[in-house]
């Protein structure tokens, strides 16, 4: 007759159920979705920021081009208009282009999720002494969302600066 030692009924019944088994694969579905979920967000939300930031660059790069232009109030006949045509009347100028960021495909395409709305307006604000307002908006489509954003710079300039 064998005489079964202790350790070997006890190894032979230690183990998992089939229960605990399918509870153990449902809690690292749920953690594993988590991460992935967490992960697809931070990559929305780097891509929203990376598209905000070349849109706030776009519009500043508008109303520089709108700084950088001639105004000499005191000239004879007096200048109303710049140089680079940009109506002193509150008349808006709108430029479309495309963000200045690493893409691939052609942006000559219809579908392009890329394209940018650039309106530049110069304003009067005062005569005496001569101040004008510059605001440069723009106006973008997040691809992924398909919602529309505006970002905005608002120059004060003076004659001569």
Do not use: C
């Amino acid at each position: 007759m064998m005489i079964w030692p202790d350790n070997l009924n006890r190894q032979k019944a230690s183990g998992f159920t089939l229960i605990e088994t399918l509870v153990a694969f449902a809690v690292f579905a749920m953690v594993s979705s988590g991460v992935v979920y967490g992960y697809i967000q931070a990559n929305r939300m780097a891509e929203w920021s990376a598209l905000s930031l070349a849109a706030q660059s776009f519009a500043s790069q508008g109303a520089e081009q709108a700084r950088a232009a001639k105004w000499d109030p005191w000239a004879y006949p007096q200048n109303t208009n710049t140089t680079d045509q940009i109506p002193s009347g509150g008349i808006p100028v709108t430029h479309v282009g495309v963000f200045d960021i690493p893409i691939k495909g052609n942006p000559a395409n219809t579908n392009f999720s890329f394209f940018v709305t650039n309106v530049v307006t110069v304003s009067n604000l005062m005569l005496n002494p001569p101040l004008r307002q510059i605001v440069s908006t723009v106006y973008w489509n997040f691809y992924l969302t398909h919602k529309s954003y505006t970002n905005t710079v608002v120059l004060l300039r003076a004659a001569d600066q």
